[in-house]
Structures are given as structure tokens and as C-alpha cells.
């Protein structure tokens, strides 16, 4: 089974631009969950999807948005970059069954610096 | 407030030596508990989880962690450590809402 899979890898981006992030989760898991990692900051929880609706919010400006689509494939935008944007932004995907807490399964990041 | 404290930032550790990673945790309910390792550049794999039941579980790569819950601890141990175990080790709690709670992680060296 393929793992979660993250695109771009790397991206350099300028003060003021906007960023699509994609993320594809393990076949058959519906949540997708994104963190941003800082060496300051360490890893903050974003927002969460599931079954296309965004379930659970960090606490992010409302620069950070996601959506989901129905193949349970997400994206994250950051619109209006700015310098402390730079981070490795990590997807994370899971069952999400009922009844208890599921694993997340983790992709390898997307490195975005903002310049 | 539910939180994840990682009290040591470094740990250096001799190639075949012993490890203990230590992890404490607030949360007002029965947790869900989780450790990661990152290598450089690379996401996270987990290690181990506790969900109920034993509370010495074993996980991958020859780790193990202890759940405590009257010292609200979780911490990871490796009977010898590996160079290849060099990396950051994040434990985190799983909270309600299904949303993970991270602590700062503790970078591990190995001296050869």
C-alpha cells in the first residue's frame, strides 16, 4: 500500500505570494490532517478533514486555508506569505473510525521557505 | 489545558549504551499516547502507541515505552542504542478531537 504522499517536496516562495500544498493519504483513509514545523514553534496542529468538511482548527490566522476533496485527496493554501511561513508543512492521514483514537500515518513534509 | 512536555532538548548517548527518553503529559482523560522519530528531512514514523490495556508496550526498531499514569508519564526506552537511531523523537498525546498534541521533541546523538 502506498504511503501518504506530499507535492511539491520543496518551495520557494516570496513575501506576499500564495501557496497550494497537495497532499494524497493512504487508499482508503478519509481524515487528512495538516501541521506546519518551526525549529521555534516545533509541530502545531492546522486543521483536520474528513469526508470533505473540515472537522478540528488550530489556531492560525485565517491566511491557512484546506479543502478536501471526495477522493480524500487535500490541499492547504497560505495566502499572503510572510517570512515566519517558512516551516515544513506535514499531511498526515488516518481511518478515522469511530469509537477511538486512530494512528496517523505521516507523509514526508513540503519545505517551503518564503523569501 | 492538555499538554506535552519533552524535558530534555539534546541527549547524547554512547553507540550500545541504554536510553531512556522522557515524556510527561496533562490531559484530563484517559490519553491516547504516541512516540515519533524524525530523521533529518524526513517525516514522522511512529514508534510506539498506547491506547489501554499493558502499559509497557513494545514498538519498532527495539524501542519500548512505559505509561505511568499516577507520574502522567510515557517514557521511551532502548536497551542499546544504534548510530542509526540518531534523530528527533517526538511524543505526543492524542486529545478529543482526534487532534495530536506535540511535545518539543528531544534530539538524540550517539557518540561512536
Known amino acids: 500500500k502506498a504511503g501518504v504522499t506530499q507535492t511539491p517536496r520543496y518551495l520557494i516562495k516570496t513575501r506576499g505570494q500564495q501557496v497550494t500544498l497537495s497532499c494524497s493519504p493512504i487508499?482508503?483513509?478519509?481524515?487528512v490532517s495538516w501541521y506546519q514545523q518551526t525549529p521555534g514553534q516545533g509541530l502545531q496542529f492546522l486543521f483536520e478533514?474528513?469526508?470533505?468538511?473540515?472537522?478540528n482548527k488550530g489556531n492560525f490566522p485565517g491566511r491557512f486555508s484546506g479543502r478536501q476533496f471526495s477522493n480524500s485527496r487535500s490541499e492547504m493554501n497560505v495566502s499572503t506569505l510572510e517570512l515566519g511561513d517558512s516551516a515544513l508543512y506535514l499531511c498526515?492521514?488516518?481511518?478515522?473510525?469511530?469509537?477511538?483514537?486512530?494512528?496517523?500515518?505521516f507523509g514526508p513534509g513540503t519545505r517551503l521557505t518564503v523569501l | 489545558a492538555q499538554s506535552v512536555t519533552q524535558p530534555d532538548i539534546h541527549i547524547t548517548v554512547s553507540e550500545g549504551a541504554s536510553l531512556e527518553l522522557r515524556c510527561n503529559y496533562s490531559?484530563?482523560?484517559?490519553?491516547?499516547l504516541f512516540w515519533y522519530v524524525q530523521s533529518p528531512g524526513q517525516g514522522l514514523q511512529l514508534l510506539l502507541k498506547?491506547?489501554?490495556?499493558d502499559t509497557l508496550v513494545q514498538g519498532i526498531k527495539g524501542f519500548e515505552a512505559e505509561f505511568k499514569r499516577s507520574q502522567s508519564s510515557f517514557n521511551l526506552r532502548k536497551p542499546s542504542v544504534h548510530w542509526s537511531d540518531a534523530a528527533e523523537y517526538f511524543c505526543?498525546?492524542?486529545?478529543?478531537?482526534?487532534?495530536?498534541?506535540w511535545g518539543a521533541g528531544t534530539k538524540l546523538i550517539i557518540k561512536p
Open positions: 498526515a492521514s488516518s481511518l478515522r473510525v469511530a469509537g477511538g483514537y486512530n494512528e496517523q500515518f
Open positions: 487508499s482508503g483513509h478519509r481524515s
Open positions: 478533514y474528513f469526508s470533505e468538511t473540515q472537522r
Open positions: 490531559y484530563g482523560a484517559t490519553p491516547y
Open positions: 498506547y491506547f489501554s490495556g
Open positions: 505526543a498525546v492524542g486529545g478529543s478531537n482526534y487532534q495530536l498534541i
